[in-house]
């Protein structure tokens, strides 16, 4: 089982990202998948969520209207929309899926990092 996270990197405050999350080893289509994150000295919390039914999705209130939590079940990938980026969105971004059984996985992590 692997969850490989990418396109984070270093963005301007305002400026967007785009984080994808290509899993393998598992039936990417009954797993609900989410982004969490982690900044220095805080938990992880969680940032956004798309159901394995429905494509139903939630979001954190701090990133409601900024950020698009997605998925492309033939691709077996999720993807993180951020636009209007601020300076505490700076984290790691995690992905994660889970099945209604509980089984769990975690990706390695990438570094979103917003400043000027």
């Known amino acids: 089982v692997q969850l490989v996270e990418s396109g984070g990197g270093l963005v301007q405050p305002g400026g967007s990202l785009r984080l994808s999350c290509a899993a393998s080893?598992?039936?990417?289509?009954?797993?609900?998948m989410s982004w969490y994150r982690q900044a220095p000295g805080k938990e992880r919390e969680l940032v956004a969520r798309?159901?394995?039914?429905?494509?139903?999705?939630d979001y954190a209130d701090s990133v409601k209207g900024r950020v698009t939590i997605s998925r492309d079940n033939a691709k077996n990938t999720a993807y993180l929309q951020m636009n209007s980026l601020k300076p505490e969105d700076t984290a790691v971004y995690y992905c994660n899926a889970r099945s209604a059984f509980s089984s769990e996985y975690w990706g390695q992590g990438t570094q979103v990092t917003v400043s000027s």
């Open positions: 798309i159901f394995s039914i429905g494509g139903i999705r």
């Open positions: 080893g598992f039936t990417f289509s009954s797993y609900t």
